[in-house]
């Protein structure tokens, strides 16, 4: 393994490029962290394996021949579109039932973090 870039620091890089959408290729991954193309794949193994406990199936690292690489498949019925998020935010909102800092605590996480639909709530 190589001192400069733990498997640590591979791992959350590449987690974190997957999330904001990019294909990930095991030969620049290797390119970029000094290491060979095997040494990429237990990563990717591993993060496969949380995605998929963490999401239960609601995403998947899959790989994608046309982008010649890996990437986060996402189930679009499982989250909530910004619309969706917008018009919760806007009930939220509206309803003042909240104090300020609760209120202001749940639409940061709305809008920077996908929101799960719980039970097909909002899709009948």
């Given at each position: 393994m190589?001192?400069?870039h733990p498997k640590s620091l591979r791992v959350l890089s590449i987690y974190e490029r997957l999330r904001k959408g990019e294909a990930?290729?095991?030969?620049?991954?290797?390119?970029?962290?000094?290491?060979?193309?095997?040494?990429?794949?237990?990563?990717?193994?591993?993060?496969?394996?949380?995605?998929a406990e963490m999401f239960q199936g609601l995403m998947e690292l899959e790989y994608d021949r046309k982008k010649n690489g890996y990437v986060l498949k996402k189930d679009e019925e499982g989250w909530l579109t910004n619309k969706e998020i917008l018009v919760v935010s806007k009930?939220?909102?509206?309803?003042?039932?909240?104090p300020k800092e609760e209120m202001d605590r749940i639409l940061k996480n709305s809008f920077f973090n996908p929101i799960r639909k719980i039970d097909g709530l909002f899709r009948k």
């Open positions: 190589d001192d400069q990930i290729s095991k030969k620049r991954e290797a390119e970029r962290f000094s290491v060979n193309e095997k040494t990429i794949q237990p990563d990717l193994d591993e993060l496969r394996a949380y995605i009930i939220l909102l509206e309803s003042r039932s909240l």
